[in-house]
């Protein structure tokens, strides 16, 4: 299950929130209005890293996390791909599985999200 991080940081937890589980990660951005403005979900932390990755402004998308091309601000590992993959449903259940403790609002909002993606088996 999904776990809050602490936040040492100087961004409040209005502004963002993380969840860990170890394997999974969900780091959530809002508005001033305490809406989702964007949020990050990265499967198989420390292996072969997969991002679905959205924000208001722009349509979802799911990525590789490159381990090649260094991009400016990130370092070597945390390097986001070009080419977008298929959301396949196992990935959505799995964050289902693993989300269960996300307060409701900001998993269905996530949930959402994933549903309006294809996501073939």
Do not use: C
């Not at 394997?23 to 809406?35: L, N, Q, Y």
């Amino acid at each position: 299950m999904l776990q809050k991080l602490p936040n040492h940081s100087l961004t409040t937890e209005e502004d963002r929130v993380r969840y860990t589980d170890g394997s999974i990660s969900v780091t959530i951005w809002f508005d001033e209005d305490h809406s989702i403005f964007a949020f990050e979900i990265i499967f198989d932390l420390l292996m072969n890293e997969v991002a679905l990755l959205y924000s208001k402004k722009s349509s979802p998308r799911f990525v590789n996390v490159d381990n090649e091309v260094s991009k400016p601000g990130r370092n070597l590992k945390q390097s986001i791909g070009h080419e977008g993959i298929k959301l396949t449903s196992a990935r959505v259940k799995e964050f289902k599985r693993a989300s269960e403790t996300l307060p409701p609002d900001q998993r269905a909002f996530i949930l959402k999200i994933m549903d309006s993606m294809e996501h073939p088996e």
